[in-house]
């Protein structure tokens, strides 16, 4: 069974409709606190505070040493019982009602990149910490155990949620973070302990949902005045490094037809990408970020180029058919200039798809509480695409101005905010009621 | 009178016909030393060998001020009056025999440029100077006044020849080469006299006519098996820093049709550059070698690329005109991508046009030794190009095996070389015989 079979089974019987639940709770008028949310993101921006206005904030960095302390502390006043997971992965917990069932978890990441926003992964951190609080103030319990994660080091490898998804730390402890630390180090330094990491692995499906609320980065809602972005997946990715083989040469005494020109190529190759990936219908996005010329002189025709090629798509059969295409132009354009083009696979990873039966959830919540909602896949990586091997996941997006992330610029408002965390808030009460597992 | 008119007028009643001379000398059957040239040019590659093969021999560094040494004697040898011109050029004189005409000069340069090879430059200056030794040992002297001129740093700015049609110093003296020196300190150190350049200056118009043997360093010769190849002229030559501004932004969140993409704006520049030169007729060339964007990662659109693009013709208003419609054509791209192109122009030289006098002279005098001949452009600058201010120039090019030049693989054939010579020889004895200037 894989995981989405694994899915569809464990869904199959158990929610009777989204649309309209068993139990009632969501029809409670319980709402987050905005003021108390949006103070709490105001608070947290000043740990790693920039000249920028942004946040420069790496895990395992003393900004985010302190900014972990600081929303442990949150984390206890919402009611939580918390511990840090031999990862380092601050985990809250409360007991459900009916203790054989699964937990139903939510959370983000609060780590930054270098100079990046206040809004990347802690409106989804903050706001999961909002919901339990809100559940406590109203001294309201699940049916399920409930947990609020926030996961250490999302942006530089995803550490703390793929430790827990069952990642060979081989493939990470030695990883030189941007805080200038390894992995193994880190995690010593935010109170976890590298030589029992493997105690932090979860059981495939041992979680009945996970929900990550995280701003878009990206302008398709705002583009479409859009509140709330349901999610479909998390893009699968692949990655090429592109080698062109031609001839260097002198550009003044080589004539038009007997060049062997790399860069042309390259540059040929750029065009088919972006046109290759534009002519199918979908929403797969395609990229060359990186090319460089050698010698890369004005007088000398090119020898060789380097570029890079990336595909992403909630299909990986996409993304495979959209690669064929790519080398099979390339040909074209080798035989056309006189080079040859060397592919090589660099970075594979793959889609996470959400539950369609959360989705309908997270959309019907939206409407009754008078939010318009749009179904787009995250073309980023999120740490519930790790859980996703641990039950079914979805995440809710809210825009973000211009599209902007990972830059000072980044920004959604207060009432957006608020929102997504209320469709959080319901989407949970929705879930926990109407699961059985 | 510009300078196209003034050779104009200076050879209008001087010369009859070019296959008919007055004089007879050229039915003489003097001929070079063909193994005494290859000889020389044997010895002279000692002088900076690298282990590629090829000679590292920049100006003003060790291995340049022993081989100018070493070409001094062969100069002497060859009955040439020597002297270092203030600059630090190698000049050699035979006295005419009518004291009244204008000097006839032949040269080339024997620097060359870091990991180069050993035909570039030396393979005109050698046989200039077996020219005047086959004149010495025939004991011949010509009509007019006679020198060798063997230029200094030719290939790190042209500075001897630059220098002799009267450059101003401040434009070259402080230029560090890639010997290390300065041109000040390079001039001081091969016996030049850097505070009296000046002197070294030629009035315009006082040479009767210059000629430089140089190998194609193209494969234009070499693909059509011609022996000969008749100068046109030396390609003027403008290049441009372009710079292209888009928006940097995340490879996965940001829709294919929302993108400002400075590098796929670019790389659509580069093949339109190919393409608008490539479909004028004529041998103009244009040529991106270098391209960069940043912020160059594989998962984030460039937001700004910078190329280079340079362009080469005979004549300046192709290179012009084609600049425009490049111009033009990035306007579009801009539109489409939603980019911005910005141009500057970092460099221009005047093409030089060869005397079609003195390319018919050349033509009939290959023809008569039973050699085959194909007029063609330099695509490379040469020293004759700056000689062309102080009179009518011609230059002989001898085939390149696969165009390849500055590299150790550069290779011209010996008897290409000594057929190159004997038509350099009687080129210059035709000149000679009818020419009244």
Known sequence: MNRREFHRHLFSALVTTAAA?????SAQPLRVNGARLNGWLEALSAFGKNELGGVTRPAYGAADV??????????RAAGLDTTIDPVGNLVGRVPGQEPRLSAIGTGSHIDSVPEGGR???TVGALAAIEVARTLDDAEQRLRHP???????????????????????P???????????????????????????VQEAVRQAGSMAAFLELHIEQGAVLEAARVDIGVVEGIVGIRRWNVEVHGFANHAGTTPMDRRQDALLAAARLVDAVNQIVRQRPGRQ????????????AANVIAGRAQLTIELRDLSMQVIDALFEAIEARARVIGQETGTRFEFRSVYRTEPATCSGV????????????????????????????????????????????????????????????????????????????????
């Open 66 to 75: 302190a900014a972990r302390s600081y929303v442990l502390e949150l984390m």
């Open 285 to 296: 996005v395609g990229t060359v970020g990186s090319l460089r010329a050698e010698p890369g």
């Open 146 to 168: 409930f947990e609020v994660i926030i996961f250490q080091n999302e942006e530089n490898g995803k550490v703390g949620s793929k430790a827990l998804r069952g990642e060979d």
């Open 358 to 437: 959360i989705g309908a959830v997270i959309d019907s919540q939206a409407r009754a509480q008078g939010l318009t909602t749009l179904s787009l896949p995250s073309g980023a990586g999120h740490d519930a695409q790790e859980m996703a091997l641990l039950g079914p996941i979805g995440m809710i997006f809210v825009p973000s101005r211009g599209g902007i992330s990972h830059s000072a610029h980044e920004y959604t408002e207060p009432a957006q905010i608020e929102a997504g965390a209320n469709v959080l808030l319901h989407t949970l009460l929705h879930i926990d009621a109407s699961l059985d597992a």
């Open 119 to 121: 809004y990347d992964g």
């Open 170 to 196: 081989a493939r990470y402890m030695d990883f030189v973070t941007n805080s200038g630390l390894t992995v193994r180090d880190g995690i010593r330094r935010i109170g976890g302990d590298p030589d029992r």
């Open 21 to 25: 639940p068993r139990a009632v709770l």
